[in-house]
């Protein structure tokens, strides 16, 4: 009889794959002339790319800004996507790093220090205030990372991907993934040491 964690694993499994035949299904009715069925797909994926790309870029109008030529670069792809290869949520991450590398890489004002509304309980007091300063320590501490493994802890820590997905969306095995890991993980705990158990989900 399998343990728990296999069945589990198939569970995850199962439901991962369902969602990408899902995504396959609305992909191939818009490439068939369904373009009413775009919103679908679009409200899907599009409040995970903009998350992925405000804490790459710690700049909401630019995060929105890379998730836009994120879905124009879809809509371009529809017509020979592929069912059954390249999951569309690892592939719209992909683009997404490469597109907040390139900005980064870029000359521009650095942004300001903004938060989004409504992240925090709306209770006031020091528990707000703590909140906001933890906010942004965490963003602090991801912005203080290299591209790479900055992108590897967003992936992983805040987007929910497996390791196994992750390394496919940064295009590396996962022995260098988890490497890249490690190494953020050290970073931040040293620049980092009050709140880094809250960032990387550790348990007392």
């Known amino acids: 009889m399998p343990g728990k ?3 589990w694993s198939d569970g995850l499994a199962g439901t991962a794959s369902r969602a990408a035949d899902h995504d396959d299904a609305l ?3 818009i490439a068939g002339g369904e373009i009413d069925v775009w919103p679908q797909l679009v409200d899907r994926h599009l409040s995970a790319v903009v998350s992925h790309s405000w804490y790459m870029l710690n700049d909401r109008d ?3 800004d890379v998730a836009q030529e ?3 670069r879809l809509m371009k792809k529809v017509k020979d996507w592929q069912p059954g290869g390249a999951r569309l949520r690892t592939w719209l991450h992909r683009v997404t790093v ?4 390139d900005r980064r890489r870029a000359v521009r004002p650095e942004p300001l220090d903004t938060l989004a509304e409504g992240m925090f309980s709306s209770g006031g007091g020091e528990e707000t205030d703590r909140g906001i300063d933890l906010e942004r320590s ?3 501490a991801l912005q203080a990372l290299n591209e790479r493994q900055r992108a590897a802890m967003i992936l992983v820590h805040y987007q929910g991907f497996s390791n196994i997905e992750a390394a496919a969306t940064l295009g590396l095995s996962v022995d260098a993934l ?5 190494r953020a993980r050290r970073a931040i705990r040293r620049d980092l040491e009050d709140v880094a158990g809250e960032l990387l989900g550790d348990r007392p």
């Open 62 to 64: 630019e995060a929105e």
């Open 27 to 29: 992909i191939a009715r």
């Open 138 to 140: 965490v963003r602090g």
């Open 178 to 182: 988890e490497s890249l890991l490690a």
């Open 70 to 72: 994120v879905f124009l």
């Open 5 to 7: 964690q296999a069945i």
């Open 98 to 101: 490469n597109l907040c590398i």
